[in-house]
Nanobody, 118 residues
Framework: QVQLVESGGGLVQPGGSLRLSCAAS????????VGWFRQAPGKDREFVAT????????SYADFLQGRFTISRDNGKNTVYLQIDSLKPEDTAVYYC???????????WGQGTQVTVSS
């Protein structure tokens, strides 16, 4: 079992930045591919970004327009999502997701709220 805890969300003005963190406990996060998803009110959960176990490979949803950066520090068992030039449409609950190939196990965090408003 791995427990994922997101943090770093909050209320930010349009154009601002946030760095979300996903801290893992219970297992070594370097065994997992980790991704970020988000869910806006009244909408389905959607893919944001993913990062390989080593951090060498990343993938992003097309709509992000280069404003999001996923990274990881396996020594700290943590994955990050840097969000720049925030827009009101980025308002959502952001979830961390971890997948392990060897066991075909996946885990979700509880989410962190990001609200972009003036």
């Amino acid at each position: 079992q791995v427990q994922l805890v997101e943090s770093g969300g909050g209320l930010v003005q349009p154009g601002g930045s946030l760095r979300l963190s996903c801290a893992a406990s219970g297992r070594t996060l370097s065994n997992f591919v980790v991704g970020w998803f988000r869910q806006a009110p009244g909408k389905d959960r959607e893919f944001v970004a993913t990062i390989s176990r080593s951090g060498a490979y990343t993938s992003y949803a097309d709509f992000l327009q280069g404003r999001f950066t996923i990274s990881r520090d396996n020594g700290k068992n943590t994955v990050y999502l840097q969000i720049d030039s925030l827009k009101p449409e980025d308002t959502a609950v952001y979830y961390c997701y971890a997948y392990e190939d060897a066991t075909m196990s996946d885990y979700w965090g509880q989410g962190t709220q990001v609200t972009v408003s003036s």
